[in-house]
T-cell receptor, first 112, second 113 residues
Framework: KQEVTQIPAALSVPEGENLVLNCSFT??????LQWFRQDPGKGLTSLLLIQSSQREQTSGRLNASLDKSSGRSTLYIAASQPGDSATYLC???????????FGSGTRLLVRP | NAGVTQTPKFRVLKTGQSMTLLCAQDMNHEYMYWYRQDPGMGLRLIHY???????AKGEVPDGYNVSRLKKQNFLLGLESAAPSQTSVYFC????????????FGQGTRLTVV
C-alpha cells in the first residue's frame, strides 16, 4: 500500500525566503506525481505535474523534482510571498491502479 | 469553461437521512474520483470510475455508493448518513491514463448531526 509523507507538516517563514517542501512515498512504481495548492476552505489547484521520466518541472517561482528510485519529490519555492500561504499537497499517481494517493500536506505561512 | 462542478456546496443532514452529491465535468474526462478530507488525515479516496458505466472502490468506500451513468457525471450517495461521514468531499477528474493532470472541484462541506 502506498504511503505518502510530507515534511514538515507546518512551516512559518518571513517573506523573501527560499523554501523546500518534501514529499516521500513508499512505492516507487508511480506513473507521475502532481503537486497541489489548497487555500483554506477551497478546492485543490494543480501546481505542477512531473512525469516519471522527468526529473524536474518548473513554473514561475516553483520548481519540483522527482527521484522515483528513492521515493522522493521536492517542491522548491523561490522568494516566498505572503500570497504563497496555503497548504501544499503532493500526490503520486500509482502505476496501473488509476489512483492519486495524497500526503497530509505542508501548511505554509509566509509572514510579511 | 466550468471544469469540475460540485453540487451542493454545503449541506447539513440528520443521522439516518440520505443524500446524493453530484459531480459534473465538462472536459470529456474518462476518470473521475470522490475523495473525503478530514483534519489531520489528508484526502482519502472513496470511489472512482475509469469510464462511463464503471465504478471501483477506493480506500474508504463503506457507507457510500456511486454511479457513473453518464460520462460527465459522477454521483456519490449516502444511504443512511452517520456523524462519522461529516467531512469535506472533493470530486476530481482526469482525462485518461496518460501523463495528464487531475482537476478538482471546490468541495462539498457535509455535516451530519
Amino acid at each position: 500500500k502506498q504511503e505518502v509523507t510530507q515534511i514538515p507538516a507546518a512551516l512559518s517563514v518571513p517573506e523573501g525566503e527560499n523554501l523546500v517542501l518534501n514529499c516521500s512515498f513508499t512505492d516507487s512504481a508511480i506513473y507521475n506525481l502532481q503537486w497541489f495548492r489548497q487555500d483554506p476552505g477551497k478546492g485543490l489547484t494543480s501546481l505542477l505535474l512531473i512525469q516519471s521520466s522527468q526529473r524536474e518541472q518548473t513554473s514561475g517561482r516553483l520548481n519540483a523534482s522527482l527521484d522515483k528510485s528513492s521515493g522522493r519529490s521536492t517542491l522548491y519555492i523561490a522568494a516566498s510571498q505572503p500570497g504563497d500561504s496555503a497548504t501544499y499537497l503532493c500526490a503520486p499517481w500509482m502505476d496501473s491502479s488509476y489512483k492519486l494517493i495524497f500526503g497530509s500536506g505542508t501548511r505554509l505561512l509566509v509572514r510579511p | 469553461n466550468a471544469g469540475v462542478t460540485q453540487t451542493p456546496k454545503f449541506r447539513v443532514l440528520k443521522t439516518g437521512q440520505s443524500m446524493t452529491l453530484l459531480c459534473a465535468q465538462d472536459m470529456n474526462h474518462e476518470y473521475m474520483y470522490w475523495y473525503r478530507q478530514d483534519p489531520g488525515m489528508g484526502l482519502r479516496l472513496i470511489h472512482y470510475s475509469v469510464g462511463e458505466g464503471t465504478t471501483a472502490k477506493g480506500e474508504v468506500p463503506d457507507g457510500y455508493n456511486v454511479s457513473r451513468l453518464k460520462k460527465q457525471n459522477f454521483l456519490l450517495g449516502l444511504e443512511s448518513a452517520a456523524p462519522s461521514q461529516t467531512s469535506v468531499y472533493f470530486c476530481a477528474s482526469k482525462p485518461d491514463s496518460s501523463n495528464t493532470e487531475a482537476f478538482f472541484g471546490q468541495g462539498t462541506r457535509l455535516t451530519v448531526v
